[in-house]
Each structure stands twice: as structure tokens, then as C-alpha cells.
């Protein structure tokens, strides 16, 4: 059986679990055949990675930002995976696909109306495949979930309350990055809220209707900071005097990954990596709160904060025969600070079943082992491997991608109005009414 060939375009802080997997694990059946990247010293370095001692692989050509045409005509990639900058998935998608390539994307899928209904025309005009890797969907605890909701353990769903903690590390990082200007990422409620949203489309086996949401920017920037007392600024961390001490403050000298990723970088396109969490030009939120009306009729209250103490979420469903309890501790972690399969790791997990009439239980979980909850590991053997049978139908296609970031787009455009906004009024999505 021939190999699968794969490029990838975006060499960032997402990649290397797709290409070290290929490399690696995934060698037999699948091939990395090139790099596509507006950064041609990331590139070099993702290279090395691949020969190096641990992978063994080989280099693999590497194209600009300007080459990407190039690149799918010279190598000829069945799928492209597309980990680039939010504000730049649909231009790649769309591209790969009118090229003949069916494309994995990382999430969000993108991070507008407008993008996501250019990328639904696009699929409905070239019958291409895209798939979003909504690795939460696979960790164990997650699908533990599904199977409880599936199985009727609390009837029909009619109530469900999401609560998200992003701390002061993994909540912060979003603040440094180019994640803070919303033209970039869609703010918190697209870029990271896809997942949580998608999270409850997956449990309920529904989708959004209806949007309502709050939203501010409370506790960074240089403003919030200073009504704290703050007097000290600087713009970046790297060579600034100001950030010695500063608990928010990134330094990337010392840590490999960040400077070989990000530091060593900046020359080639001048992006800074270390950036003030209390510096101006912040866009996004980082206080949010949601309601949303689903199709089955369940309503949902929403939290996002990326300022908390600890890190993980609590999720409350209450149907009509009871209600079930999640709660989710995740490890500290920077995005490229070290190894993939430290992101999102679990430290703690409880699932309690309180039935109507009876007493309460906790659920027995599978350990995960990973990044994610355990959720990269399976989800990769999922892309890259034999495709096994799966009864909680976790592989997540284009309209699984677009639901789960019309609720953050709603909620965006609600916050801008005032007003609740009917989400299938923003896209025009086949064989969803209006």
C-alpha cells in the first residue's frame, strides 16, 4: 500500500506533533514531503528535529509563504495540514483544496463569517475533504461524557453550565502572542473557546442556535494594570530591564524550543514571541460569558477566564433523569516551551452521576497518556493510523469545525452589539435551516 504524503504549512508552536507523528509513529503508512512557512529559520530547525537522534526522519524541502503553489505542484501532497496563524487557515484550505488536496486543519478552522463561509463554497465546489482536529473530543474523561449522555444515563439534556480557567501561565501566553490582536485569532472565544464549544455539540449531538455574550478585557493590558499600581513597563521581556521580576514576564533565553522557535526567528519576519501581557494594542477579551440555545432545546451558560489561579474547567449537565458533574485540573503549561505532549496534561479528574431518584456515583476513566487529556495520542493514530471502528464518531469534519466557531463568532458579534445573534444567520450551511 502506498504511503500517504503529507505537507504542512505553518511551522510554528502547533506543528511538531503532526510531523514528529509522520516521523516517528506513523512512518510506515504516511510521508512528510514538505515545509511551507513564511519563516525559513523555523523550517530549518522543525528540519533538524527530523534527523535528529530521536526521529531519525529526513529533511524535507522547505518553501516561503510565496512558494505554496509551488510546493503542492512539486511534491505532490495528498493532504496539506494547515497549523499556520488563524487569520491565514482559509487562504491555505482553500488553495489546497482547488489543487486537488484534501487538508487537515488544526482549530479553528478559521476565525470569521466571511472566511468560513469562502471555505464551505470551496468544499461544496471541489468535493475535497477537510478535517479539524478537535483533539479534546478524544480524551478519555471527554468521550467518557459522550458515552454517559448516549447511553441516557440523565435523559434528555435540558441545562448544561461550562466553566473554562485558563491560569496566569497558559492564560497569559495568549496575551504575548499574536493571539492578542483579534484580527489575528477571532480573540479567546474563537481561537480556545472552539474547543469547548465544539466539546458541547460532541456531548449533546447538537448544534447552536442562539447567541447571547458579555465580554472585556479586566485584567490585562496597561490600563487594568495600571489601576493595580503598576509603574513598571516594558514591551517585551527579551533585553528589557523592566521585566526582571515580573512573574508574567517569558523569558525564552535558557529554554531551547523558544529560542531555536521564536527568538533565533525574529530576523526573518520580526515577530516577537515575548511580548508585555500588560502592553497596549490588546484587542481580545479576557473575561467572557455565554449563553447559548442549542437545537435539542438544552440551554447552556458559559465562562471563560484567562487570568485564574489553577487551570482546567467544570461542566454541569442536568437532564430530565438527573445530572452529571465534570471536573477537569490541567497542568501549567507554555505553548513551545517544551515537548507537544505536555500541553493540556491532566492532573486531576472526576466524573459524579447524580441520578434523580438514587444515589450519587463517581465514573470510572481511562487513564490518558499525552498531551490533551490523552486526546493527541488517540487523535493522531486516528489521522495518521488505521482508522478503527469508532462508536462516539470523534473524527470531526468541516461542519463540526464551522459549529463550533459560530458559537465564538456569534458570541463576538454579540458582545459588539449588545444584541443576541441567531447563529445560522451568519453562514449559509446545507441542510441547516435558517
Known sequence: MAKKRFAQ???????????????KTYNETSELVAFCDINRTRMEYANEILEGEELNYHAVPMYG???????????????????????????????????????????????DANKCQEILDAIDRTGKSLRVT??????????????????????????????????????????????RDKRNS????????????????????SYPTRVFALGDLKFYGRENAEERGVT??????????????????????????????????????????DQSVFGDNISIEDTMNVLVQ???????????????????FRVCMTGTKGRIEMEVIEAVYINAGGASNKE??????????????????????????????????????????????????RAASHVD?????LTGIAGNESIATGMPVDVLTLVDLPGYKR
Open 186 to 205: 477571532g480573540g479567546l472565544l474563537v481561537h480556545k473557546a472552539t474547543h469547548h464549544f465544539d466539546l458541547v455539540n460532541f456531548w449533546l449531538g
Open 9 to 23: 504549512v505553518g511551522i510554528g508552536g502547533r506543528a511538531r506533533m503532526y510531523y514528529q507523528a509522520i516521523a
Open 134 to 179: 478537535f483533539n479534546y473530543r478524544y480524551a478519555p474523561h471527554n468521550t467518557k461524557l459522550r458515552e454517559l449522555i448516549m447511553n441516557d444515563t440523565i435523559g434528555k439534556v435540558t441545562q448544561i453550565h461550562f466553566e473554562w480557567l485558563l491560569n496566569t501561565s497558559h492564560g497569559a501566553d495568549y496575551f504575548r502572542r499574536w493571539h
Open 344 to 393: 493540556g496534561v491532566v492532573r486531576g479528574k472526576k466524573i459524579t452521576v447524580y441520578p434523580m431518584f438514587g444515589e450519587a456515583y463517581e465514573v470510572p476513566i481511562q487513564e490518558g497518556v499525552g498531551g490533551h487529556g490523552g486526546g493527541d495520542t488517540v487523535l493522531l493514530n486516528d489521522i495518521f493510523g488505521v482508522p478503527e471502528e469508532d462508536p462516539f464518531k
Open 401 to 405: 469545525g464551522a459549529m463550533s466557531i
Open 232 to 273: 513598571k513597563f516594558y514591551s517585551r521581556v527579551y533585553g528589557q530591564e523592566n521585566a526582571l521580576g515580573d512573574p508574567f514576564a517569558l523569558k525564552m533565553e535558557g529554554n531551547n524550543y523558544l529560542t531555536r522557535l521564536y527568538l533565533n526567528a525574529e530576523k526573518d519576519d520580526g515577530y516577537l514571541r
Open 65 to 111: 509563504a510565496d512558494e505554496f503553489e509551488k510546493m503542492i505542484l512539486e511534491t505532490k501532497p495528498d493532504t496539506v495540514i494547515v497549523t499556520s496563524i488563524d487569520r491565514t487557515h482559509h487562504r491555505y484550505i482553500i488553495k489546497a483544496m482547488e489543487m486537488g488536496c484534501d487538508v487537515i486543519s488544526e482549530k479553528p478552522m478559521t476565525m
Open 294 to 312: 442549542y437545537k435539542s432545546g438544552a440551554q447552556m451558560s458559559y465562562s471563560l477566564n484567562a487570568y485564574s489561579p489553577w487551570e482546567g
